[in-house]
């Protein structure tokens, strides 16, 4: 007889049904937020018989105690003036305004009950591919019967793209680059992995710090929030019975 399968859990509360297609990132999410509804739990922020997640959507009421636990137990201080001006030297095309890129992608979608390895090993074969295709006129035929994104049907272009016009993930990848051609690492986004060729590039203007200082200390909250955090959870995790899931593979503890 086949032994029983147990969904993945902290603590013995499932994150998933035992017949639910999930993902492995999504899993790691909710193995997160479970680690924090339970410490808001422990730390009398929200009553005991909070009902256990559906199909990982927590109440209202868990949502508002695990900001509350975070905001007491990630004290994290306003980042310095020095601070803010190295970081605003080193990223300087991050505050350009107006730049951007013209672009076409072939675009690998993550949907539920897909074999996500399976995925990127083809994702990576495309890349191989139409990196070895030196004039680039294979790209838009391998878009067009490649493709999960509706621009497929126009090649994979994007047209011409700012920070504002696309995921945060793929506008890190194709700003504040020289690059131009198929680039030379597949891109991840919420959407799944891109195959990414920059046809052209456009700089923009470069704003004063005095400008963007507001900007910058914001971006390096951000990065001290993601830090603790993530140092928060794997405390979290360390006291926890964790079964089914692996927190160290997340590149974020949270995803957006």
């Known amino acids: 007889m086949q032994a029983l399968q147990l969904p993945p859990s902290i603590n013995g509360v499932p994150l998933a049904d035992p017949q639910e297609p999930i993902d492995d990132e999504t899993l790691r999410q909710r193995a997160c937020t479970e680690l924090l ?22 109440t209202d009421e868990a949502s508002t105690a695990i ?3 975070l905001d007491e137990a990630l004290k994290l201080p306003d980042p310095g003036e ?20 013209q672009v076409r992608h072939v675009l690998f979608a993550v949907t539920p009950g897909v074999d996500v390895n399976l995925l990127r090993k083809r994702a990576e074969a495309c890349l191989l591919d139409l990196r070895c295709d030196a004039g ?27 920070a504002e016009d696309c995921a945060p993930e793929l506008a890190r990848e194709i700003l504040g680059h020289a690059e131009i051609g198929v680039l030379p690492r597949l891109v991840a986004t919420r959407f799944g992995l891109h ?17 963007v200082r507001a900007a910058v200390a914001q ?35 949270l995803v957006q």
């Not at 808001?40 to 009902?51: N, R």
């Not at 294979?138 to 793209?161: H, I, K, M, Q």
């Open 67 to 69: 900001e509350t636990l």
């Open 82 to 101: 020095e601070a803010c001006r190295r970081h605003h030297a080193a990223n300087l095309s991050r505050y350009a305004v107006g730049e951007r890129a």
């Open 136 to 162: 680039g006129s294979r790209f838009a035929a391998v878009a067009a019967s490649t493709s999960n994104c509706p621009s497929g049907a126009d090649g994979g272009e994007l047209g011409w793209l700012r």
């Open 37 to 58: 509804r339970q410490a808001a739990m422990a730390a009398g922020l929200l009553d005991g018989d909070d009902p256990p997640p559906l199909l990982g959507a927590i």
């Open 195 to 211: 195959v990414v060729e920059v046809l052209a590039r456009e700089p923009g203007a470069q704003p004063t710090y005095e400008s």
């Open 219 to 253: 971006a390096l909250r951000q990065q001290a929030f993601a830090t603790a955090l993530r140092q928060y959870l794997q405390l979290l995790a360390g006291q926890a019975e964790l079964r089914g899931v692996d927190l160290q593979a997340a590149a974020s503890p």
